[in-house]
């Protein structure tokens, strides 16, 4: 069957599409993100209504370039065109759309020019995430079910970022821990088998990403925090072996639960650095000499380490407390070298020799389109199906923000 994937849970548009026969064997056909990084850049972090609007903007020309490069864009005939002013689908779409008007006015004109594509089923991430976006494409997914009479199955973006692992890895052994840390959530999930779940623990406060996007702010570094963190410790490490002269807390890592809080991480930073070189104006003079460079560096070095030892220890607590076969590492953090290389590091020195540890390629750990349609694919039983003229269960699809992956 091929998957049409829709994701517009927070600043990256992406679509996907994605061949699926029934064991489970995969063949991407295209995988699009259209990342809004450049917007948010200004403000040092995500801005709802911007990123609603910008997802209103993307959604058409990325189905565009998703669909030509899987060779499923075709144009109607001069005659097919003529005739469908009437349909009264777009009677429909136009209701659907009612609050994404920038997004109607691209839509329309694409469903007219170009014919239904061979496509069996759309999915769409609909929780969590920012509401006002993932209502985007929630609504972008239902009027293309309608024009197109396909069914389309609402998906757990938590969920598939542990499920795209299974696009590469066939032979996944269960029980499974997952880390999933991301710009808005940090959770240690037991994952008894595809579908079924079981949160053990997750951030009291801020999420990991979270954690190195607004130590980046404070250090004055631009956002997304996490690459440019990322990208400064190894420049750091290259230049000199010397010890960090910082040290952070490494918060709740004694705790027998499997909870995190990352809050008190960026409180540290912001008062270690303000103790070093007093407020703003003058942290940004001192950020630009030799030194500033220097400690701002080591300032990194240290906040990354801090976050990788709480989310390995208490990861690896939780591997022990459930005799894991495998660890799954996924979401936007799992793309930091680092963590891979000590996670890989720990699994090796662990006992038991069948630990395996698997992670999705960087391009797959941020968000994508490709993920929403492997777990699609593992929920396509949830798709509703449109009749035309009926509404029939239809509403049912709802976008939810604080969604909760389910068991
Ligand atoms: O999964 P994701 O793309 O979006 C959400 O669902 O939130 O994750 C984005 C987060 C951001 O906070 C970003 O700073 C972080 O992932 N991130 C990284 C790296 N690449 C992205 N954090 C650490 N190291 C990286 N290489
Ligand atoms: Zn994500």
Known sequence: MRILAIETSCDDTGIAILEAGNAGNFKVLSNIVSSQTKIHKKYGGVYPAMAKREHQRNLV?????????????????????????????????????????????????FLQKYEKPDVDLISVTNGPGLEPCLWVGVNFAKCLSCFWNIPVVPVDHIESHILVNFLENKDIKFPAIALVVSGGHTQIILVKKIC?????????????????DKCAKILGLGY????????????????????????????????????????????????AVEK?????????????????????KQM??????AIIDVLIKKTMKAVRDYKAKTIILGGGVSANSELRKQFARHCEGEARSNLKLIFPKPNLSTDNGLMIAVTG???????????????ANWKE?????NLRISK
Do not use: W
Not at 397 to 401: E, F, K, L, V
């Open 224 to 271: 997304p925090g996490g690459p440019i963190i990322a990208q400064l410790t190894t420049e750091a490490r290259h230049l000199h072996r010397s010890p960090a002269s910082v040290k952070l807390p490494r918060p709740m890592i004694s705790t027998k639960d499997y909870d995190f809080s990352f809050s008190g991480l960026k409180t540290a930073v912001l008062y």
């Open 377 to 391: 694919f593992y929920h396509k039983k949830n798709a509703l199906r449109y009749s035309s003229g009926q509404v």
């Open 61 to 109: 020309p990325v189905l565009i370039n998703a669909l030509k490069q899987a060779k499923l864009l075709i144009s109607k005939s001069k005659i097919q065109i003529s005739k469908q002013i009437q349909n009264p689908n777009f009677k429909t779409i136009k209701i659907i759309l009612e609050r994404e008007p920038e997004l109607l006015k691209k839509l329309i004109p």
């Open 276 to 296: 070093k070189y007093g407020q703003a104006p003058l942290r940004s003079a001192f950020s630009r000499t030799s030194e500033g460079r220097q400690y701002i």
């Open 300 to 305: 990194c070095v240290e906040v990354q380490q």
């Open 196 to 212: 079924k779940y079981q949160i053990l623990g997750e951030t009291r406060d801020d999420a990991a990403g979270e954690c190195f």
């Open 397 to 401: 699809i709802q976008a939810d923000g």
